[in-house]
Structures are given as C-alpha cells and as structure tokens.
C-alpha cells in the first residue's frame, strides 16, 4: 500500500471558519495528501465567513456559537446526511482532530464499521479550566479524554514534550509524532522592515517584545502583562508588538496601553511583522506544539517561552532563547531584559534558532504522518487491532 491508496475522512472541529495554526496544519496536511494521490474528504462545521478557503472537498457538520465564545462552533453530532455521505466516499482511514462531540461520533461510526482511526492532539483542553476559574473540572476531562483516545488505533502529538505527556496521561499505547513546519519563504530574516516599524511609531533603536497569537487568556495574556509591568519598574526600555487578534483584544490593549496592536496579519505581512520583532514572549502553557515559537525562530529571534509542551521540545535553554517555570513573572522579565540590554546575546540566540528551525520543512513532517497512516493500515491487514490498556481510572 501506498499513498496514492489512502482514502482518508477527516473530521476538525474548525477547520477553516477561524485561522489558527491547528486548522493551518491540517490544511496543509490535505493539500500534502492530495498531491500524493490520496482521497480526502474533511468533515468541520462551517460558517457563511470562512477566515481561508479549505484545502480539499469540505462538507458542513451542524453546529451552533460556543456560548461565550461566538467565533467558534460548537458540532452537534454525526446525523444521517453525513453517515451517508461516509457510506459514499468509502474512507479506509478516519483522521480526527478533536474530541468534540463530531469526533465522537465519528469514532463510534469508525469502531462499527470496522475502519482504523488515527488521532492528532491539538491542544491541552484538559489546562482551559484554569484559566476560567474551573479548575477542578480539569480531572473531569482528563478521564473523557484518556476514554476517547483509547478507542483510537493510534494518536499523533505535535512534539515530542506533548507526546511524553499524552503517555504520562496514559492516553494511548501507541503515540507518535506529527509535528509542525514553517514556510521559510514566508518566515526568514530578510522579512524585517524597519519602514514598516517606523510607521508604527518604533525607533530604529528600540528594541521590541512581540506577542503573536490569538488574543485569549488561555495564551497566558495575564502573564505577559505582569511580565511587561515588571520590566517598567526596572526601566528596562523597550517597546511591545501585539500581532493577532481575539475575544481579549479589548481587557490586552487597556492592560498594555503603550503597546502597537496591529491585528492579524497574514501571508508576507506577518512574516514580516514577526521579523520586525526583535524578540518573542510566548508565556502559553496551552500549546503542544507552538507555531509560533518556531516561526519567531525562523525569523532568527530568540525566544522567551514558558517551560511547557511544544516550548521544551523547540527552545534549547541559553541556546535559541530561554526556558522559564511558568507563571514565574521576575523570571520571565530577568530573560527578557538580557535580551533588551545585550544586543550580541539577543543575536547569538536569534543565529541558533533560525538555524534550528531549518529541519522543520512541511514535507518531512507531513510524510510522517502518511508513514502512520500506512502503518496503521498495514497492521489491520495483519489482523491487529486497537490496542487495550486496562480500565480507565
């Protein structure tokens, strides 16, 4: 079996209404897919304002506004339309990508039919409830997760941190990596443009912290505030650039009131905000893999990160940037302000991590994961099955 005989059925639960780097991923990983030869067929809610035209056939799930957080949908399900169009299309392989209510269905729909289920790990859902003041649900979900990922033939983590994770959780017996690339024609030094900064009102001379992501509080915007707030009262100078944008926009740019917020950019435009930058603070301990860690270092600057999945799998401590217990604010702005006030520090760090970031071509890493899908296959041929672990605790 090849490539060219994969028949996959991916189910996302955004997979092009709102960008993100895990829809990102998956796009790329179809439009990969169909230059193989395989056949997909992806299954997401949709809305009538998608942030990017979707790679590959997309077909709507019903969903409806997640209360609270009206950018995202919320699937209701896997109804008769979409069984029937699964029955059609004939998937040899289903790819799910969030244990939403759409995935479990889809699993359950998998298992009966007898069709092998691979599953990418996108987030840490289990860590949201702390940032809403819930945080004794996170056991709660911890034990549906560990009962989805079970049910899967195999799972994939972004890095390899988030992996050893997923395994300490005991989530599934069989985990591997699918990790993430960067467009280096997108993302590279040369982006820099001290035009555009001076238009933003940055000196030439400024040295600037960037934050890029979404603008939620699950990416750590507390922590970064307090962060900048300490800084201020050393009077350590600097400047901060906020790329994205988000439900938070508004409680960041009253927190941070000397910030440039200049939204979310794209293509070019953000290669060459994030090379504008002369550093990144990315203080999340959500991610299991970070984008946007990687594209900084692409961009040669250091990074300041928390010491979480995805960062301690990309940032070598002392090296590409520095590594700091998360939450720990004097931390966070003692490795900030090395990099504020020792430009050959900040450009020693910068050379190692775009050096670092050159074996992360999408390709590689996409090939990877059809390497899986194949394994898989070849495995049910074989008469395996989905490995057992024991009850769930």
Known sequence: ????????????GNYNYVRDGANQALNRLVGYLLRQGAAVRVYSPTTDTPAFPPAGDLVSAPSF?????????????????????????????????APDVLGHRALT??????????ASVHTRFETYPRYYGLAFLEPVIEGILRRFY???????????????????????????????????????PGKRDLDW????GIGDDEVVIGFLGRLVMEKGLDVFSDTIDALER???RHRVLVVGKGPAQDWFEKRLPEAVFVGQQMGGDLGRAVASMDMLFNPSVTETFGNVTLEAMACALPVVAAIATGSESLVRDGVTGRLVRPGWIEGFADALEVYCTDEAKRRAAGVAGEKAAERFGWDQVNQALVDTYLRILRQRAAGGSVPQMGPVP
Do not use: K
Request: charged share 30%; proline share 6%.
């Open 150 to 188: 079970r049910r899967c033939d195999a799972i994939v983590a972004p890095s390899d941190s988030m992996a050893q994770v997923l395994r300490e959780q005991r989530m599934s017996y069989d985990t591997g990596i699918w990790t993430r690339g960067v467009d280096r024609e997108i993302f590279h």
């Open 65 to 97: 506004a997640f209360p609270g957080r009206p950018e995202y949908r919320f699937s209701t399900g896997l109804p008769a339309r979409l069984r029937h169009d699964l029955d059609g299309f004939r998937p040899n392989l289903f790819h799910i990508a």
């Open 197 to 200: 900064r001076r238009g933003l």
């Open 234 to 236: 050393r009077g350590v």
């Open 109 to 118: 729909f998998a298992r009966r039919r007898n069709v092998p289920v691979v």
């Open 1 to 12: 079996m090849q490539a060219s005989d994969l028949r996959i059925a991916l189910f996302s």
